[in-house]
């Protein structure tokens, strides 16, 4: 006699359905140990990804307003500006790589940001509180050569990307160095000796140190520092 049988063709002493499968699991059934997409859990992950841009978009932004403050004669607010677009510029990068949302996008947007807010904002600043007056050809040249050597430091940057160390000087410390020097608006001779030495470590080879690298160094001074324990005084006549 054959054995009793369930709908869908399950055995119950074998536990198999008509499929050979656990279960009775056949084509077009879900697995019941598979759980269902979490919509929240896509939501999060999509929010991940744009927060980075975010804060990009917002150093871009903060670098046009300085542009805006620069040509109506605001050199303070200016360069606050682009201190503040500095900060957004190391809290996008941090922020992508803890989300892990690092890519060609997010490097290429900040780029863009960067050679507005730390290329051509100060670049203008400069050339506007100081150099405008005192030479005005010479200063426009020196002002355009800045922001030509902040393009080509960004378009070379990945070509030559370390871990240990940054080839040349990045644009984000150069840029607030010379949008600080625009507000301070020391002699144009200065101005454009300050212009033409940031401009020119930025498209060198000269090594500075990067993030990566000064936290190590910081973290291997710490170790240093710490104490070491003192091992116990011994007997030399040994145990009495």
């Known amino acids: 006699m054959d054995p009793l049988r369930l709908p869908h063709g399950r055995d119950p002493a074998r536990g198999l359905g008509a499929s050979g499968l656990p279960g009775g699991e056949g084509p077009g059934r879900a697995h019941p140990d598979r759980a269902p997409r979490d919509p929240a859990r896509r939501g999060d992950r999509a929010l991940s990804n744009l927060l980075p841009s975010i804060l990009t978009l917002g150093n871009l932004t903060a670098g046009f307003v300085a542009l805006s403050l620069a040509t109506g004669g605001l050199f303070v607010e200016a360069a606050v500006l682009v201190a503040l677009a500095a900060g957004l510029d190391l809290a996008d990068g941090a922020l992508a790589r803890f ?10 947007l900040d780029s863009l940001a960067d050679v507005v807010s730390f290329g051509a904002a100060p670049a203008l600043a400069l050339y506007l509180s ?7 050809y010479v200063g426009l040249a020196v002002s355009a050569g800045f922001l030509a050597c902040g393009a ?31 507000a301070a608006g020391p002699p144009p001779v200065l101005a454009l000796a300050a212009s033409l030495a940031l ?26 520092r710490v104490p070491k324990a003192k091992e116990p005084l011994r007997d030399a006549g040994g145990s009495r």
């Not at 989300?99 to 490097?107: D, P, Q, W």
């Not at 100081?130 to 005005?136: F, K, N, R």
């Not at 040349?168 to 607030?176: S, W």
């Open 99 to 108: 989300c892990s949302v690092e890519g060609e996008f997010g490097a290429n």
């Open 130 to 136: 100081t150099l405008q007056e005192g030479m005005p």
């Open 152 to 182: 080509a430091r960004l378009a070379r940057f990945p070509l030559v990307k370390r871990e240990d160390c940054y080839l040349g000087l990045p644009i984000p410390p150069a840029g607030l160095a010379l949008a600080l020097l625009a």
């Open 199 to 224: 401009g020119a470590l930025m498209v060198s080879r000269v090594p500075f140190p990067s993030l990566a690298a000064l936290k190590a160094f910081r973290r291997a001074v710490g170790r240093d």
